[in-house]
């Protein structure tokens, strides 16, 4: 397991990631909790976030953005047009990026890379579009690089990702369907570098299909752990 330096990082099924800094600064990342039928039950948030980082915009990502923003005051973290759409519907501290920017909060540098899906908003039954998808490197001071993926399919530019950022965990979907599946995945990890992946995207709807066990199965050899938690397990 990729020595986390006392940072602790809990899936909570599908894209949903809580992490916690060594320094105590609490971050969640794409909300997806009340709707989310694999979110573990009882789990609860800190009181105070710092940061809520934000993917793109389809519901399975930010379905609880708004409410999450105004009950645990966390700045929302997101590309500029869902920023202004969270800000618009009530969040009070909001930080538009784009691709390439980042952003310093306390020990965490916040930056924003590349993905490669779709992003819009489906409000009172309008489309709205969203901006771009993007992924995170969470870059820790005197911890580990993160990556959160978010939504995307595989692309050759993830090599430049790991040779800017040198993430060694990587929270990677494996699904399928609407993302990579385990094999592309298996690729993603190369092209990254990566020490250890954490799956998300998968098994939480029926047409998500891709598992940990092909995912392991297509990185035999390459000396990439897969850390298959389960909703709610903490890796630290």
Do not use: C
Request: glycine share 12%; net charge negative; hydrophobic share 40%.
């Amino acid at each position: 397991m990729t020595d986390l330096k006392g940072t602790a990082v809990t899936w909570l099924g599908h894209a949903v990631a809580h992490i916690t800094t060594a320094k105590g600064t609490e971050i969640l990342i794409d909300p997806f909790i009340e709707p989310n039928p694999k979110y573990p039950k009882g789990y609860k948030l800190p009181e105070k976030l710092d940061l809520l980082l934000l993917t793109h915009g389809h519901g399975d990502h930010i379905s609880d953005a708004i409410p999450v923003a105004q009950k645990h005051g966390p700045e929302v973290v997101a590309v500029v047009e869902l920023a202004g759409w969270i800000q618009g519907k009530g969040a009070a501290k909001v930080v538009g990026m784009n691709l390439g920017g980042s952003y310093r909060h306390k020990d965490v540098t916040i930056t924003m890379v590349e993905a490669k899906h779709t992003s819009s908003i489906e409000d009172n039954g309008q489309i709205i579009y969203a901006g771009v998808p993007i992924g995170f490197i969470i870059s820790i001071e005197d911890g580990p690089v993160i990556y959160h993926a978010g939504d995307t399919s595989l692309f050759s530019d993830m090599k430049l990702i790991g040779e800017l950022y040198k993430p060694e965990l990587g929270m990677l979907p494996i699904g399928d369907h609407y993302t990579m599946d385990p094999k592309a995945a298996a690729t993603s990890a190369r092209y990254l570098g990566l020490k250890t992946v954490l799956p998300i995207h998968y098994g939480t709807f029926p047409v998500l299909t891709g598992t940990p066990a092909e995912l392991e199965k297509h990185l035999s050899g390459s000396g990439i752990e897969v850390k298959a938690a389960k909703p709610g397990e903490t890796l630290r």
